[in-house]
């Protein structure tokens, strides 16, 4: 059974920092696409980053370009989200999504991952 576990979400001001982790079982992590997305109240689904977890390869919305990094411990089965200088419009539930396609520039479309965790949610107070 393939599942994904996300972590590290709470209440931030401002400028702060928060480190979001997933942890994926249940398949060969190698090779898969992990992306983070996350969903404000009253608004779509979107994508935030994702990377290949086989070469590395990354991809950002460039909201938060600059600011998140994604990051991944094959050894571990495991995906960060180094989230810094946050900012009230990052008040979200954030999800992590595991597909064992690569998705390329079509990484931000929540529909082609398979796979999904249950998701943390994260409040940056102005």
């Known amino acids: 059974e393939v599942q994904l576990q996300a972590s590290g979400g709470g209440l931030v001001q401002a400028g702060g920092s928060l480190r979001l982790s997933c942890v994926v079982s249940?398949?060969?992590?190698?090779?898969?696409?992990i992306g983070w997305f996350r969903q404000a109240p009253g608004k779509e689904r979107e994508g935030v980053a994702c990377?290949?977890?086989?070469?590395?390869?990354?991809y950002y919305a460039d909201s938060v370009k600059g600011r998140f990094t994604i990051s991944s411990d094959n050894a571990k089965n495991t995906v960060y989200l180094q989230m810094n200088s946050l900012k009230p419009e990052d008040t979200a539930v954030y999800y992590c999504?595991?597909?064992?396609?690569?998705?390329?520039?079509?990484?931000?479309?929540?529909?082609?991952?398979?796979?999904w965790g249950q998701g943390t949610l994260v409040t940056v107070s102005s």
């Open positions: 999504a595991a597909d064992p396609i690569w998705k390329g520039v079509l990484w931000a479309m929540p529909g082609l991952y398979d796979y």
């Open positions: 249940g398949f060969t992590f190698d090779g898969h696409a």
């Open positions: 990377i290949g977890s086989s070469d590395g390869t990354t």
